[in-house]
């Protein structure tokens, strides 16, 4: 596990978030909250509690592989098996595997997406798959499942335990939140957090414009004594590989400022993350820098602390620093500013100076 | 000028020193030895010798007052074998501030500005003023820890008219740079106030210097006009990390230009010494060394009531973000509060802002029931930095925007903003606000604050409660 992790013991939770990890086992509950509130440590300390409460045929599921790695890393901490924590996908194949389908699913990523699910649906239509298979499943970044999967999930477990940012949601796909609350004995609410230093708060409010939106910066409860912030820094450049060499100049001092500790550069594609990787390995940091594919689940090795992935595979982790480049592109796709958000939110500092 | 060889009953030694108008040295009646000052003839045909001796006179009416920091006359007149009009003062061996000031130990200066100012509250409680508090007219001893403030040649009653109108404009030829601005343009109310302000800003000028250790607007030189401008104009950059923050507050209090601000702020009692020490809060001192000041911004040429309004907005934007920085950073660093939420209230004014600090009840931290607390900040100006906070508080389970105006809204600060005590009296007033909940709290039951809820009592940090100045 890194360093300076976010996983906390239970005794160091705030008045909010205490009361959340000894609700009734056999009740389901979506716990709202924005980055930072500890949503993730909650999930993991409720499986604990599950655990311990004769519940251990528990399910983990988070959206990405490279989250699911990073949080099978800290295993030793949890008292349920690591192998518990799975993806979407992961767990997808292998229930379907398990009920003896073998059928290539197509190969786009959405289209591949509704395949599984609607596979799954048809076979609990088909009664082929018990509901009830799993006594609790435990759903982190709940807000960016389809409403489908939402259902799959409710009925093949007794309860659920959900936890979501409606503000995070990155993926283009029908809002779900409905379909939680629906599923749901519960809905709580947290409010403070304590990740974001209140630069990045207010990059971050800045992004927004939802008149409803309630600013991260009034609720922002972040150590700035323990981890002095900077001000995030803008630079504009010509190219994708200027942007490299720009970022790079941080990169030697950042390593050295925050040894063992992830240091995040993201990009909103594919195209750009190779770009600056192939800057990155003509250089002296090749030896720091790990290029992530969104299915990579190798462990942190605080020898290369620094992670090269586009902002989508990158998201639910946290970074000690984050640069995030390519952003001129993204300024054609307007919708996409949910996505700059989220990428901001999983820094607590952005050392770029 | 020729040395008599004697003035009255004073044989004239060995030369000390020369000013403009007198010449300094030493005297000596049968074994006492003393210093006179003998006024040059030149100086005394022009401005009337009759105006000459009434100042003389002025000056003889303080024998027999003792005071330890302020020197002693002990005779003068008119010589009547010379004709030469003269003072007799007390010798003091010991160098005057201003050729020793790179010298002074860091941690003198409290001293000295707390003897300086007794010296002439002495003078006031006397009805008298000095007129002319700068470090030439201060003699520190060798060893920096005694003060003697001099010269009193300037020395004038309050409420009584000038003796006449040269008098002034000679005076200011000599401390303009130490002049308030009020003074420089004879605006001065001549009452006890009016008289203090003009005091109170050359012991913050004599402050400045030792904090500095350079003269005030020591960077200018010439031409007068631009000396004139800074006095009237210039906001003097008044910042050291090595010394109690208190005295850089004070000093730019005491440089304020604003003479109702300068004598709002400042009161006798914060010259005295220590300061910090008598402070209820245990880390002060330590907390203090680490102080951050903000540099101060030059006064804005345009006077325009837009240009204005926009630097007041943007004054109170600023220190309102660093208000909800300290509290937030207490709340968090100190383990002893519950999560905080901080939200800015929209302004009623571009002068005024308000910030609601929320705290959820917790158990874990003694608190049955949410506390709120309001603090609001008005600009009194905004060039200076001048500033002052309200405070209240209230324990309640409804929503904080939905409550009634307050009983009482406390005054816990005013001053020209310092990033420091600012974040002082916020951290004792967060203290006090939670202490005042969770008494509440074991007095009475958690359903007693169901309803409207009840506000708290709030009190100011003692040492920089709202001075009087009786």
Redesign the interface.
């Known amino acids: 596990m890194i360093k300076n992790t976010w996983f906390v013991d239970p005794e160091q939770l705030?008045?909010?978030q205490?009361p959340i990890i000894d609700l009734p086992s056999d009740k389901s509950y979506l716990i709202k909250g924005p980055p930072g509130s500890g949503k993730t440590n909650l999930l993991l300390l409720r499986a604990n509690f599950l655990a311990i409460d004769r519940h251990p045929n528990l399910r983990i599921v988070v959206f990405t592989r490279m989250l699911q790695s990073f949080l099978v890393s800290g295993a030793e901490q949890y008292d349920f098996k690591a192998s518990r924590i799975t993806t979407l996908k992961r767990w997808e194949m292998d229930l379907l595997y398990e009920h003896g389908f073998r059928a290539k699913p197509p190969a786009e990523h959405d289209q591949q997406r509704r395949y599984y699910i609607e596979r799954i649906q048809e076979l609990i239509d088909a009664g082929e798959i018990a509901p009830n298979l799993y006594e609790v499943t435990l759903l982190d970044e709940a807000q960016d499942y389809l409403p489908e999967e939402v259902k799959v999930f409710r009925k093949l477990s007794k309860a659920i335990f959900a936890v979501a940012d409606s503000r995070q949601k990155i993926y283009p796909t029908a809002d779900c939140m409905a379909e939680l609350e629906a599923s749901v004995d519960e809905t709580k609410e947290l409010?403070?957090h304590h990740r974001c230093s209140?630069p990045i708060c207010r990059l971050a409010d800045a992004l927004t414009k939802n008149p409803d939106y309630e600013p991260m910066?009034?609720?922002?409860?972040?150590?700035?004594?323990?981890w002095p912030s900077s001000n995030p820094t803008y630079a504009r450049v010509k190219s994708v590989e200027e942007e490299a060499k720009e970022i790079m100049s941080k990169l030697g001092h950042q390593i050295k400022a925050y040894p063992g500790e992830l240091i995040g550069v993201v990009t909103p594609t594919n195209e750009d993350v190779q770009a600056i990787w192939s800057v990155i390995q003509g250089s002296s940091l090749t030896q720091f820098c790990v290029l992530r594919a969104s299915d990579d689940d190798t462990p942190f090795d605080p020898a290369a602390p620094i992670w090269l992935a586009t902002m989508h595979s990158f998201k639910g982790l946290e970074a000690r620093a984050l640069h995030i480049a390519g952003l001129a592109k993204l300024s054609h796709f307007p919708k996409q500013r949910n996505l700059i958000y989220t990428s901001v939110r999983e820094c607590p500092v952005d050392r770029r100076k | 000028m020729d040395a008599p060889k004697k003035v009255g009953d004073w044989e004239v030694g060995d030369f000390i020193n020369a000013g403009k108008s007198a010449s300094v040295y030493c005297g000596r009646r049968g074994d006492q030895l003393a210093a006179v000052k003998i006024f040059s003839a030149e100086i005394v045909q022009k401005y009337g010798k009759d105006a000459q001796l009434g100042r003389i006179r002025r000056e003889l009416s303080l024998i027999g007052l003792r005071h330890p920091n302020l020197v002693r006359i002990l005779d003068g007149g008119e010589c009547p074998d010379t004709g030469l009009l003269f003072v007799v003062m007390e010798l003091i061996d010991a160098p005057n501030l201003a050729t020793v000031l790179t010298d002074v130990p860091r941690d003198r200066i409290s001293q000295i500005i707390a003897q300086v100012a007794d010296a002439a509250q002495f003078l006031e409680s006397h009805r008298l003023v000095h007129r002319d508090i700068k470090p030439d007219n201060i003699a520190i001893s060798r060893d920096f820890s005694h003060s003697t403030l001099l010269d009193l040649g300037v020395l004038r009653p309050v409420g009584i008219a000038e003796l006449t109108d040269d008098e002034t404009q000679r005076h200011f030829l000599g401390t303009l740079r130490y002049s308030p601005p009020e003074y420089l343009l004879r605006e001065e109310r001549d009452d006890l106030e009016g008289w203090r302000a003009v005091t109170f800003y050359q012991l913050g000028a004599v402050l400045h210097d030792l904090l500095m250790q350079r003269r005030l607007f020591g960077d200018i030189i010439e031409p007068y006009a631009r000396l004139v401008q800074a006095v009237e104009r210039d906001i003097p950059e008044v910042r050291a990390a090595d010394v109690p923050a208190d005295l850089v507050f004070l000093a730019r209090n005491c440089l304020l230009k604003d003479v109702k601000l300068r004598l709002k702020f400042v009161s006798w009692k914060h010259f005295e010494v220590p300061l910090v020490g008598a402070s209820p809060i245990a880390d002060l001192k330590e907390r203090i060394r680490n102080r951050r000041v903000q540099p101060a911004s030059p006064r804005p040429d345009s006077d325009r009531a837009e240009e204005r309004d926009r630097l007041v907005r943007q004054k109170a934007a600023e220190i309102q973000s660093q208000i909800q920085s300290s509290i937030r950073r207490e709340s968090v660093e100190s383990g002893l509060f519950p999560p905080v939420k901080i939200v800015s209230v929209e302004n009623e004014t571009p002068e005024s802002a308000c910030t609601v600090v929320s705290y959820p009840e917790s158990m874990a931290h003694g608190l049955a029931v949410p506390l709120n607390i309001w603090i609001r900040l008005t600009i009194l100006d905004a060039p200076s930095t001048a500033i002052q906070l309200e405070a209240w508080a209230l324990t309640s389970r409804s929503a904080p925007e939905t409550l009634a105006d307050p009983p009482v809204q406390q005054v816990v600060f005013n001053g020209v903003n310092d990033e420091t005590i600012v974040r002082l009296i916020l951290q004792h007033l967060l203290y006090v606000a939670l202490d005042g909940a969770q008494q509440l709290a074991a007095h009475e039951s958690a359903e007693g604050y169901a309803g409207a809820g009840q506000w708290l009592k709030l009190t100011a940090l003692p040492d920089l409660k709202e001075p009087s100045n009786d």
Not at chain 1, 217 to 226: G, I, K, Q, V
């Open positions: 705030n008045p909010e205490g409010q403070y209140i910066e009034h609720t922002s409860n972040y150590d700035d004594a323990r």
